[in-house]
């Protein structure tokens, strides 16, 4: 893009330039950059960011995916985004301590973006992870 005005223009062109519109969900913290670029191509996937969570943001338009601070999330969060048929991500910058309490269960949630190894229920490692089912961009 050549200013900041048309960045989503040039992200959007440029899913389409390296052939990533299927292979990739374009995440932001900004609704309005994300309903843009769904509005310039629908078979765009978007995630929407998010530090924190409150109210019924589920049915949210132009938005397929949330990627949420851990903390924020619970099972019934969880069950309110896959009955709209969306996903959910949760993140965390520190990663878990063994034995940390969570309001969701980790198998309902697909992947936990993390910068260290995540101690899954039984003792089980995983590894971290920067991506996403599909690559992030």
Request: glycine share 8%; hydrophobic share 40%.
């Amino acid at each position: 893009a050549d200013t900041d005005q048309n960045y989503v223009q040039g992200i959007v062109d440029l899913l389409h330039e390296y052939d990533f519109v299927d292979q990739c969900m374009l995440g932001s913290q900004s609704v309005a950059a994300l309903r843009e670029a769904k509005e310039l191509d629908p078979d765009i996937s978007t995630l929407y960011i998010m530090t924190m969570a409150f109210g019924d943001f589920a049915g949210m338009q132009g938005i397929d995916g949330f990627s949420i601070k851990h903390t924020y999330i619970s099972n019934n969060m969880v069950s309110r985004i896959h009955a709209k048929g969306k996903k959910i991500y949760a993140w965390t910058t520190q990663g878990l301590r063994k034995g940390a309490f969570l309001k969701f269960d980790l198998r309902r949630v697909p992947l936990f973006v993390s910068k260290a190894p995540v101690t899954l229920p039984g003792g089980k490692m995983k590894p971290a992870s920067f991506f996403f089912p599909k690559k992030v961009v």
